[in-house]
């Protein structure tokens, strides 16, 4: 019996942007929303400048998302629009459900879907929930263009999401094209930026760490302090502090 009441539960929600909107600002707290806006740097000339938050937990987005999983892209496209940062996270959060649980038609349009609505994924967060797990996974087995597309976009989140897509990758131990592109993106100016690059890396390292090294070999010298740090967080104290150094040999 609880079972056929879940069921119908399920199916008396509205598959609607609206309502998606009700259950998250049902929920929206003014307090933590403040600290949020700070935190994401939505300030005057910052890089999350007119980003409004309601101050919902990312556990509590994910509840959300769950139960609107079935939500039509079409309405999904209606909360990357918004100017709340909830309702594109939540968004993200839908498309990623549906990525994973669908056949390969879906998926596709998921991922499509993903690529032309790239103007609502405007914040780090967006990026980091999202890219592994749908650009990322659908270029497994598939021509990584799109993401040397994406990594040379004037951009910055997209050029996030080309990085950040490759964590798919090094988690199979296939790094090549992981440094590839993070050698693409050494020269970018935004330290949000700088710190995806010095990510990727150290996790592609872990899986590889003699082309690390050679990576580091090559490009010591154009590699932003913040990049190299992260790079090289795996590495033992003494090792780390040899790089730091310049010793890159």
């Known amino acids: ?64 998302a769950r139960t609107f999983r079935a939500l039509p892209l079409a309405e999904a496209a209606r909360l990357l629009a918004s100017p709340v940062h909830e309702d594109r996270f939540t968004a993200l959060e839908i498309l990623v459900m549906q990525y994973e649980s669908g056949d390969t038609a879906s998926r596709e349009r998921v991922y499509r879907f993903y690529l032309d609505h790239t103007a609502g994924i405007s914040n780090w967060d967006l990026v980091d929930t999202s890219a592994r797990y749908i650009v990322g996974v659908h270029l497994l087995s598939r021509n990584r263009g799109p993401v040397l597309r994406l990594a040379r976009s004037g951009n910055l989140w997209e050029r996030r999401i080309a990085m950040v897509a490759t964590h798919a990758w090094i988690a199979e ?39 690390l090294l050679r990576f580091l070999k090559t490009h010591y010298p154009r590699m932003p302090r913040t990049t190299l740090r992260y790079a090289i967080e795996h590495l033992s104290a003494p090792h780390r502090k040899r790089v730091l150094a310049g010793d890159v040999a």
């Open 173 to 211: 131990g296939d790094t090549d094209d992981a440094f590839t592109i993070a050698a693409l993106l050494l020269d970018d100016r935004h330290d949000l930026m700088h710190k995806a690059v010095g990510w990727m890396l150290r996790e592609a390292g872990v899986r590889d760490r003699a082309a």
């Open 1 to 64: 019996m609880t079972t056929s009441r879940s069921l119908r539960a399920a199916q008396a929600v509205s598959l609607t942007a609206r309502a998606v909107q009700a259950r998250l600002r049902a929920q929206a707290d003014p307090v933590r929303a403040a600290g949020a806006a700070r935190f994401f740097k939505t300030g005057p000339g910052e890089y999350g400048e007119g980003d409004r938050f309601l101050g919902l937990t990312v556990p509590a987005q994910r509840a959300v």
